[in-house]
């Protein structure tokens, strides 16, 4: 009897083990951290992502009026920035190497200005941008060629924390 008892329990045992229901334990929790740090980026990777979408702004020779074709790009930088919530925008002029050290400054502050307009023109709060002007002091392009020239004639934008 005792070995009925004995076998009847332990095929029970057997049978309820090998047909459970219950679901095995998984500690979730790590995977759940690791998807969220995944999901959640800092504001410093944050700040790099937005950053990398912003194009800059080109200008005529000896002009600071935003181009017609450069509208498009101040309206993609306004949707940017609307998106970086509460950072900061420097807007920076640029210039070619053509006229006087106090010119090319002077001008760099218009093209940086009608950007700021432009941008404000776009919702975006005006004391959240600032300008400066390099003149021609940060060229990206050195030849002695009219479209090195053009790449120089720019506003450039850069998210401020």
């Given at each position: ?108 502050v ?43 004639r ?8």
């Amino acid at each position: 009897m005792k070995k009925l008892v004995l076998v009847s329990t332990v095929a029970a045992a057997l049978f309820m083990a090998g047909c459970s229901s219950k679901a095995p334990e998984v500690d979730m929790s790590a995977d759940a951290n690791k998807a969220g740090q995944q999901g959640m980026m800092s504001d410093a990777e944050r700040l790099n992502s937005l950053q990398a979408q912003v194009r800059n702004v080109y200008f005529d020779f000896d002009k600071f009026n935003i181009r017609p074709d450069m509208q498009g790009v101040i309206n993609q930088n306004a949707s940017i920035f609307n998106q970086a919530g509460n950072y900061k925008v420097m807007v920076e002029g640029n210039c070619d190497e053509w006229g006087s050290d106090e010119y090319n400054y002077a001008l760099g502050v218009k093209r940086a200005k009608a950007a700021k307009d432009a941008l404000i023109a776009q919702g975006i709060a005006a004391d959240r941008i600032e300008i400066t002007s390099n003149g021609e002091s940060k060229p990206v392009c050195t030849e002695k060629t009219k479209s090195c020239d053009a790449q120089n004639r720019r506003d450039e934008f850069r998210l401020l924390p």
